[in-house]
């Protein structure tokens, strides 16, 4: 019998695989939980990683005509009230503020006082407060388009929590626009939908299926909810994106209207879409293995870690110099138009604990460096998304940095959309879905299936009845099909196209 | 009798200062009152320069080692209580949520439901959430130093808000360190202030006088509080940002205890900095003048606007192609090493309304293009500053641009210091401290009086009184001060050194 090889993380993705989540998160001190119920503390390194996110979805809201803004984090109760499937979706999860002291109680303890006339409620989202100025923003067509995105924390008050994929409080991003047409705001639907899947892809190395949601897992109070569905390496699907179209629910309820070229008045079209922190939990599920994180190169807060191997205080001073000498020189070169990050890090610590503090926090390349590897000019380079490690010497090394990093982000991504193609299948039959879903073995029900393609009708109650037995929801319907005709699976009756279904977080 | 010169802001300084404050704002779309009480809607132009101030902020918080995080948005009540004097400082003013979720009510509308155990506080600041992460986190010596900064959102109920400087929800960064020793906690401390006053001076173009504040204005729990203080137009100070020294109250409150080298078990040290969106109402305040926002170019959203002048569709289309073109050349050119900021505004409406547009939003240089212009080769060129205008050379423009924009930001740091040295004086009679700060015309007392540098003793009864009733306030002790003997001008007896006085936000 081989020994089974120790990895850095257990238990293993096979093993357990919501334990080694949490554990990924932990030894990479990405986040904790917090003394405040469903609350976490994103720590530095996590926070980098959501902070470069922002980065480049800024860029390219801004290369696609948005400003940012910032409205109030408070909604008055009355507000939410005005759109009622908007308020049925949130009123069961909401912080409720009351008031707006405290007071010495008749135990000596504080307690709330000032009561307020009208209760707030903590923004799960802001439809209804942005919708509220967008009424007085807009009299006529020459007001429009308005397209404005907000950085910001939103609020849910969630009764099972999961770090960075569902918490109370999260941070976000969410764009809110308004036009004067419906094809105008359809056409920004779709256009901020490519927007997310381009990041996920490019960016994140995560490929995602671009779809349509079925009418029970649309946002509350939209007319159609675009998604961006990815497959996670337990073959759950997690949505990583979402771009609502809103028609004209919240200007009808809000009274936003213009006057047109006619000199006509008319309820304005409205959209708005939103990514949040839960892509760093999708990030960490996508491309990290049992040795922890592994972090795509466009989003890592370090690219290189320079680890200096010494033995004395001899050796130290030269091998330090070195390795300055070198981080200068990759600090010259560039990845993505932007310069290498390279930190060196000299703690005092054992080699081989430093060695694999980096490689759970995911650091894409790293490089160590000992008076031998002077002496011959080298360096030994370890790759952290393969586990190659060579030596090379120092000037390739300088010069190729940018073209390995270029080779790890494809390379990422390969590995990914391969997990999700040896794990989609076009099914047919309902025995076959049937099968598919179902474990032999209970206790793998973590692991079982993946994507299932299969022609579904909407409406039909033996689908929900069915995906209900089997735990798998409706993803999306892929926008990109062809349209063939076909038979739902469920109900048997004539299809109108297929959707893509999944165990999902 | 001359004409009094139309200014594009009614009222102007002179007339109605805090009226001129508001209209500046709203000429300049820079933000807007929201419908929940005390909160304001910062608009996409105001965005920017806060934007801008972030991004500058952050490289300096990052280059002096600070490393950025996340903490959550509520307090458990329990933890404000812990530190005496820090609840005392915040119970009066805070948000209150006390219940989960809304459900249908009585008479048909929703009611807060789902109360919760223990209320939670909106975070009015987080010294306390952050100090029960660290106390987590720090256990020995090797743990320390932590320097943490967060960008937040942040609570205080205020009861009479004014935009950007007193606002019941607002924006800014907080910092929190937590070290081994004393001295280094100090030294952070007073290294921050030098950040904020580095940053204050040189990005915004706004003096400061670096100080302490006295113990009646000190930060709720700290030992000491640094303040940079400015002066704005009306002689009125405004505190620019502060660096509390917290010594070890809180540690002690919250048991963040390390071990230290001996072995020994310590408490920590600990410090908390911020600056806020206030900036942008000291920045406006400090340089925008009767025909609007003035903008110091480091901090501004674009540097350049090109506006083409033409009469009919065959100008149209030369003028814009020059245009084009200079604006291509223009984003060539860089300042502060990075690109210079150009928009074009080729909207089809007239060319004063266009022109004045531009003016009350600040933007530093407008260049104008006439069919005229371009036969010269020219440009006709207005700096925003100083309301100078001229004919140029196209192409020396192009390479003058940067250190026109230079110019523009040292000018007006230049104007804002003469207007502060001009309205500072040192006094030594109580007599003349009285004269100083009492106008003789009461409507006039808005502009009345300046900084004061007086010799004072901070435990007299009689300097509270005095300033109580002239509306003075002490605004600091200035750090770098000479020693010299004195008496304090209110009680005659001996002082430690001058502080300064004035009216203030």
Redesign the interface.
Known sequence: MGKQPKTAITPTRAEDYPQWYQQVIKSADLA?V???RG??????WG??IW?NMQGVLDRMFKDTGH???????????S???KEAEH?EGF?????????????PGPDG??V?A?PLEE????RPTSET?IG??YAKWVQSYRDLPIK?NQW??V?R?EMRTRMFLRTT?F?WQEGHTCHATEEEALEETRLMLDVYADFAENTMAMPVIKGEKTADERFPGAVSTLTIEAMMQDRKALQAGTSHFLGQNFSRAQDITYQDQAGELQHAWTTSWGVSTRLVGALIMTHSDDDGLVIPPKLAPSHVVILPIYKNDEQRSVVLEYCDQLQKQLKEQTYEGEPIRVIMDDRDIRGGEKKWYHIKRGVPIRVEVGPRDIENGNVFMSRRDTGESNGVSRDEFVTQVGTILTEIQSSLFDQALKLREDNSRTIDTLDEFREYFTPEDKDALEIHGGFASSHFCEDAPEVQKVLGELKVTTRCIPLDQEQEPGTCIFSGKPSTGRAVFGKSY
């Open positions: 904790e917090s003394p405040v609350c976490m503390v994103i720590k530095p926070w980098s902070e400003v940012n803004a910032y409205f109030p984090l408070f909604i008055p109760m507000f939410l009230e308020v009123a069961k999860e909401c912080a409720v503020v009351t008031h707006h002291r405290l007071e303890g504080l709330p000032g209760p707030l409620i903590v407060i509220s100025m404005i910001a924390n609020v008050w409080e941070l």
